[in-house]
Nanobody, 124 residues
Framework: QVQLEESGGGLVQAGGSLRLSCAAS????????MGWFRQAPGKEREFVAT????????DYADSVKGRFTISRDNAKNTGYLQMNSLKPEDTAVYYC?????????????????WGQGTQVTVSS
């Protein structure tokens, strides 16, 4: 069993930045793939970013490319999402997730463990 806990969300003006963290417990984070997803009110959960267990491979949703950066520190069992140039449409609850396979994947069904989410609100 892996527990994930997101932090770092909050209220920010458009154009601002936030850094989300995802702390893992229960086992080492080193060999787990991980990703970030978000869900806005009335919408389905959508892919944001993913990173392989080694950190060597990353992928992003088109809507966040060039603005968001996913990273991980396996020694700290923590993943990160740096969010720059935030837009009102980025407003959502952000979830981190990990996959037992260690793969980099955009598919919800490939993830085994989920955090409870952290709210990000971007005002115009």
């Amino acid at each position: 069993q892996v527990q994930l806990e997101e932090s770092g969300g909050g209220l920010v003006q458009a154009g601002g930045s936030l850094r989300l963290s995802c702390a893992a417990s229960g086992r080492t984070f080193s060999f787990l793939g991980m990703g970030w997803f978000r869900q806005a009110p009335g919408k389905e959960r959508e892919f944001v970013a993913t990173i392989s267990w080694s950190g060597g491979l990353t992928d992003y949703a088109d809507s966040v490319k060039g603005r968001f950066t996913i990273s991980r520190d396996n020694a700290k069992n923590t993943g990160y999402l740096q969010m720059n140039s935030l837009k009102p449409e980025d407003t959502a609850v952000y979830y981190c997730a990990s996959g037992q396979s260690g793969a980099m994947t955009t598919r919800l069904s490939d993830y085994d463990y989920w955090g409870q989410g952290t709210q990000v609100t971007v005002s115009s």
